[in-house]
């Protein structure tokens, strides 16, 4: 099998000019599911039984059907609901299809990032909101000065882990007509059949994509870790905790 060099050149920098909506989707969906999971956590921590139990459904889709199924359903649903609302839209083309996969990529992602924040929301002393209520906080001061920022600390890596594996998922939007590096790469191999380099240029892209924000993650993780504090009652920060370098590595 002759491994074509030509075709690559030639293919590398049309490819690579369709990173930017990659990068689009992927930080769209990912702002979604800050929103969604941040939301689903707060609630779950107020422990209404009726809403407990709908997050706990919406937790369970999310996680039990495939995120290529969970497009297919976005696929057939929306479109209908569109029709429902604007009965105009015959076909339900009046939202393109990339809003459809950064709702659902963002949505599947946000039940994820709930847990994440939720074990984080545990991680904190109770003692501390106890006595910010003692002084005269609102819940909503406590939450804001005291209880999310040491959050945000502890989920920090394991949110930048998920945002890795959202990035590798805008792969599969192209399924609802989004021209992105994959569907574009899929595109260009079926004219002279060269999938073999194809995939390789894909996986040279993706691999730079984590690479850079891998390193990046780092870095901030890094900066919140040294920046780590106890707050008292009035969110006023009490001394730095260093973290070692070998743990962040």
């Known amino acids: 099998m002759k491994f074509n060099l030509d075709y690559i050149q030639r293919a590398f920098p049309r490819i690579l000019t369709y990173l930017p909506v990659t990068l689009a989707i992927a930080f769209s969906a990912e702002l979604l599911a800050l929103l969604v999971g941040f939301g689903i956590a707060v609630l779950k ?33 929306f479109p209908k609901i569109v029709t ?29 990032i709930s847990e994440i924040f939720g074990a984080a929301f545990g991680a904190i002393d109770n003692g ?20 999310l920022p040491q959050a945000l600390v502890v989920a920090l890596p394991n949110l930048t882990s998920l945002f890795l594996g959202l990035v590798q998922e805008t792969s ?40 850079v924000f891998g390193r990046l993650f780092r870095y901030l993780e890094r900066r919140a870790g040294v920046f780590k504090y106890s707050a008292n009652a009035s ?15």
């Not at 059949?193 to 194809?198: K, P």
């Not at 969110?235 to 590595?249: A, T």
């Open 45 to 77: 921590r107020r422990k209404i039984p009726v809403v407990n139990q709908i997050i706990a459904v919406f937790a369970s889709y999310c996680r039990a059907v495939p995120t290529l199924v969970q497009l297919f359903v976005a696929i057939f649903l």
């Open 84 to 112: 429902l609302i604007y009965p105009t839209d015959e076909f339900g083309t009046l939202i393109p299809g990339v809003v459809y996969a950064v709702i659902t990529l963002g949505m599947n992602h946000g039940s994820f």
């Open 128 to 147: 501390q909101t106890e006595a910010a209520y003692s002084i005269g906080m609102t819940k909503l001061q406590t939450l804001k000065r005291i209880v």
């Open 172 to 211: 599969l939007v192209s399924i609802v007509g989004v021209r992105e590096i994959t569907s574009v790469g899929i595109n260009l191999a079926d004219l002279g059949y060269d999938f073999l380099e194809t995939y390789l240029i894909l996986t040279l892209i993706y691999e730079a994509c984590s690479f």
């Open 235 to 249: 969110g006023r920060r009490l001394y730095r905790i260093p973290v070692k370098e070998d743990v962040l590595q």
